[in-house]
């Protein structure tokens, strides 16, 4: 069983950063693909970006290329979506989630991942 954590979440104006955290609760977190999700009101949940545990590669929805940044500190077994230019449509409860399926690079399939965070909440201001 693998406890997430997600932290970082606010209130920011467009253009604005924010920079979330996903700390587990495991040593072997590194062994891990994680992925973030989001969901907003009325919508479904969305992929948004991933990293692998074997090579470090990531990947990217379309509508976050180029603005939003994953990456991981495997020594304080915590991932990081680092989002700039923020735009109002982001607003969304953030996830982060991790799929136990050691040795193959991460997707963006949400049915893969095993285990989920709480979530935490991003708000964008026109």
């Known amino acids: 069983q693998v406890q997430l954590v997600e932290s970082g979440g606010g209130l920011v104006q467009s253009g604005g950063s924010l920079r979330l955290s996903c700390a587990a609760s495991?040593?072997?977190?590194?062994?891990?693909?994680v992925g973030w999700f989001r969901q907003a009101p009325g919508k479904e949940r969305e992929a948004i970006s991933c990293?692998?545990?074997?090579?470090?590669?990531?990947n990217y929805v379309d509508s976050v290329k180029g603005r939003f940044t994953i990456f991981r500190d495997n020594a304080e077994n915590t991932v990081f979506l680092q989002m700039d230019s923020l735009k109002p449509e982001d607003t969304a409860v953030y996830y982060c989630?991790?799929?136990?399926?050691?040795?193959?690079?991460?997707?963006?399939?949400?049915?893969?991942?095993?285990?989920w965070g709480q979530g935490t909440q991003v708000t964008v201001s026109s």
């Open positions: 989630a991790v799929d136990n399926l050691v040795g193959v690079r991460c997707n963006l399939h949400a049915y893969e991942y095993d285990y």
């Open positions: 495991t040593s072997t977190f590194n062994q891990y693909n």
């Open positions: 990293i692998s545990s074997n090579d470090g590669s990531t």
